[in-house]
């Protein structure tokens, strides 16, 4: 890595990410790198929206679709790579809307030691056991504080505390205080696109249509056909379940179009307003961009 700001290029779903960095990296020589925990796998690369070879051109692409789907995969582990990359990178260029990662590449990351495979595997076998409600008690009953802070129906934040109080011996409360920095906050130089409503959610209703075009039915086939468990990342890529209902004959297509489109509306109005409370940081250089074109 150079001596210039590591930029970070994010935003909520459909707001032209990939075409804005691919752009900036052609004008400053960059590498992207990606920040989206859905684009990470192999095998969904027409709903994860990963960026062509067409698109990609001559300009390095890092972390995209370089795992496979029946892999467990979480945030620490986007971390190890993306600092790596991060640091062999000419003029790095991170790129994606999974504001949790990026938040805490910036702001730094507690050391939570890695969690041995016996008790991810018995953690999640106790939840399809026996159900959302009572794995929630059995958390609460060994872990009471951090238990009152979560949605018994939150799957991943529930299997993550219970996972590492059992195989640690402490709360994951505990291990948050253990804040690990991977770069100075005033590294970073952050772009946050930003368009208008109407904009924002026709570019999504347009580009699921297009994702219909490319595939998406024949991707989420091919899915199914992997028998990776509903719980896993990759069964959460964006019309996933939709379009699974469709295949399965209890939707129409109009249907599963229509509350396709519908969920990646929603998401990407989560995604904006969380962009705007998470990342007011006095020493972080951001900009929030409009319009694209006059940037």
Same mark, same amino acid.
């Given at each position: 890595?150079?001596?210039?700001?590591?930029?970070?290029?994010?935003?909520?779903?459909?707001? @032209?990410?990939?075409?804005?960095?691919?752009?900036?990296?052609?004008?400053?020589?960059?590498?992207?790198?990606?920040?989206?925990?859905?684009?990470?796998?192999?095998?969904?690369?027409?709903?994860?929206?990963?960026?062509?070879?067409?698109?990609?051109?001559?300009?390095?692409?890092?972390?995209?679709?370089?795992?496979?789907?029946?892999?467990?995969?979480?945030?620490? !582990?986007?971390? @190890?790579?993306?600092?790596?990359? *991060?640091?062999?990178?000419?003029?790095? *260029?991170?790129?994606? @809307?999974?504001? =949790?990662?990026? %938040?805490?590449?910036? =702001?730094?990351?507690?050391?939570?030691?890695?969690?041995? &495979?016996?008790?991810?595997?018995?953690?999640?076998?106790?939840?399809?056991?026996?159900?959302?409600?009572?794995?929630?008690?059995?958390?609460?009953?060994?872990?009471?504080? /951090?238990?009152?802070?979560?949605?018994?129906?939150?799957?991943?934040?529930?299997? !993550?505390?219970?996972?590492?109080? %059992?195989?640690?011996?402490?709360?994951?409360?505990?291990?948050?205080?253990?804040?690990?920095? =991977?770069?100075? *906050?005033?590294?970073?130089?952050?772009?946050?696109?930003?368009?208008?409503?109407?904009?924002?959610? &026709?570019?999504?209703?347009? !580009?699921?249509?297009?994702?219909?075009?490319?595939?998406?039915?024949?991707? /989420?086939?091919?899915? +199914? &056909? &992997? #028998?990776? !468990?509903?719980?896993?990342?990759?069964?959460?890529?964006?019309? /996933?379940?939709?379009? +699974?209902?469709?295949?399965?004959?209890?939707? $129409?297509?109009?249907?599963?179009?229509?509350?396709?489109?519908?969920?990646?509306?929603?998401?990407?109005?989560?995604?904006?307003?969380?962009? %705007?409370?998470?990342?007011?940081?006095?020493?972080?250089?951001?900009?929030?961009? #409009?319009?694209? $074109?006059?940037?």
């Amino acid at each position: 890595m150079n001596s210039q700001k590591i930029i970070v290029i994010t935003g909520p779903t459909a707001s @032209g990410k990939t075409d804005f960095a691919i752009k900036m990296a052609a004008r400053i020589d960059g590498e992207i790198i990606n920040s989206d925990s859905l684009q990470v796998y192999k095998e969904n690369p027409i709903l994860s929206a990963q960026p062509t070879i067409e698109e990609r051109g001559n300009i390095p692409h890092h972390l995209f679709g370089y795992i496979s789907g029946a892999e467990e995969y979480n945030i620490a !582990r986007w971390l @190890g790579d993306s600092v790596e990359q *991060i640091k062999e990178c000419k003029n790095p *260029i991170l790129v994606g @809307g999974t504001g =949790f990662y990026l %938040k805490h590449l910036i =702001f730094g990351l507690s050391t939570i030691p890695e969690i041995d &495979q016996e008790t991810r595997d018995a953690t999640r076998s106790l939840y399809e056991k026996i159900g959302p409600e009572e794995f929630y008690q059995a958390l609460r009953s060994i872990d009471p504080e /951090v238990a009152s802070n979560l949605n018994p129906n939150n799957y991943q934040k529930t299997i !993550r505390a219970y996972e590492v109080i %059992k195989s640690t011996g402490k709360s994951i409360l505990y291990w948050r205080k253990q804040n690990r920095q =991977f770069f100075p *906050i005033d590294s970073f130089k952050m772009i946050i696109l930003h368009p208008d409503r109407e904009i924002l959610y &026709q570019n999504c209703n347009q !580009r699921f249509l297009k994702q219909l075009e490319n595939g998406a039915i024949e991707e /989420v086939k091919y899915l +199914m &056909q &992997q #028998n990776f !468990r509903v719980s896993t990342g990759i069964m959460k890529s964006h019309a /996933v379940p939709e379009l +699974m209902k469709y295949i399965n004959g209890e939707w $129409t297509l109009k249907e599963a179009i229509e509350k396709s489109q519908q969920v990646v509306r929603n998401y990407a109005k989560r995604q904006t307003t969380w962009f %705007k409370h998470q990342f007011n940081h006095a020493d972080l250089d951001i900009n929030f961009v #409009n319009d694209v $074109t006059n940037y």
